[in-house]
């Protein structure tokens, strides 16, 4: 069964301080994996997207790695911000079918506190 | 900012009322998608399309119908609400499927039927 695990299930730091959230998948054939930013109450906002050949992508303060033998993937954020404070959902997609269904991951629900 | 737009944002209406959740999009997107959100939970797709006049169902069960028309509006009807049918919905779209295409989500409509 294709699933997405993600952990922590919430997380709360300080600003400034660095975080790593986790996604697991078990989807298969993979075909690329994203992170999205989702604030209350709103749309998922894409952070990264990588494919089976990329282990690092960044976009300012978020890093993505991804490791397609082991099945992971982590989400670094650096010198966080309080309007870090957001759902955090890891999504993979796979190439067995004509619509890429898109798998998604319950989210990290991280907390910034001043 | 993706252009993807939806209506209302909320939604309180009573049992048994027809309503119908609106999205539309200026980006010229054959793909449209509609999710089901519920707090803490994954997305879950209940309806795509294609293009003008294709409509498929998802993965989770849903009461709700779609419609399209035109390329750049995919509204979602329920005939008679329901307080099993309260919950965030999210509509997205993309410029192809096969997985490899961003989709992009609008703010959603948060729905409580009472």
Same mark, same amino acid.
């Given at each position: 069964k294709n699933q997405v695990e993600q952990s922590p299930q919430s997380l709360i730091i300080l600003e400034g301080k660095n975080c790593t959230l986790q996604c697991n998948y078990t989807v298969s054939p993979f075909s690329n994996l994203r992170w999205y930013k989702q604030d209350t109450g709103r749309g998922p906002v894409s952070l990264t997207i990588m494919t089976f050949s990329e282990n690092t992508k960044s976009n300012g303060r978020y890093t993505a790695t991804l490791d397609a033998d082991t099945k992971q993937s982590s989400l670094h954020i650096t010198a966080s911000q309080l309007s870090d404070s957001a759902s955090y959902i890891c999504v993979v997609s796979d190439r067995g079918s004509t619509l890429g269904r898109l798998y998604f991951g319950r989210g990290t629900q991280l907390t910034v506190w001043p | 900012?993706?252009? /993807? &737009?939806?209506?209302?944002? &909320?939604?309180? /209406?009573?049992?048994?009322? !027809? /309503?119908?959740?609106?999205?539309?999009?200026?980006?010229?997107?054959? !793909?449209? &998608?509609w999710y089901q959100q519920d707090p803490g939970m994954e997305l879950h797709l209940i309806h795509y399309s294609y293009g003008v006049n294709s409509t498929e169902k998802g993965d989770l069960s849903s009461e709700s119908t779609v419609s399209r028309i035109r390329t750049e509006h995919f509204p979602l009807t329920l005939e008679s609400a329901r307080p099993s049918h309260t919950s965030q919905y999210l509509c997205a779209s993309s410029a192809g499927g096969g997985g490899k295409y961003e989709q992009y989500f609008g703010p959603g409509t948060r729905l409580t039927v009472t």
């Open positions: - | 900012e993706a252009d /993807i &737009y939806q209506t209302p944002r &909320y939604l309180v /209406i009573g049992t048994g009322k !027809k /309503i119908t959740l609106e999205c539309s999009q200026t980006m010229g997107h054959d !793909k449209m &998608y």
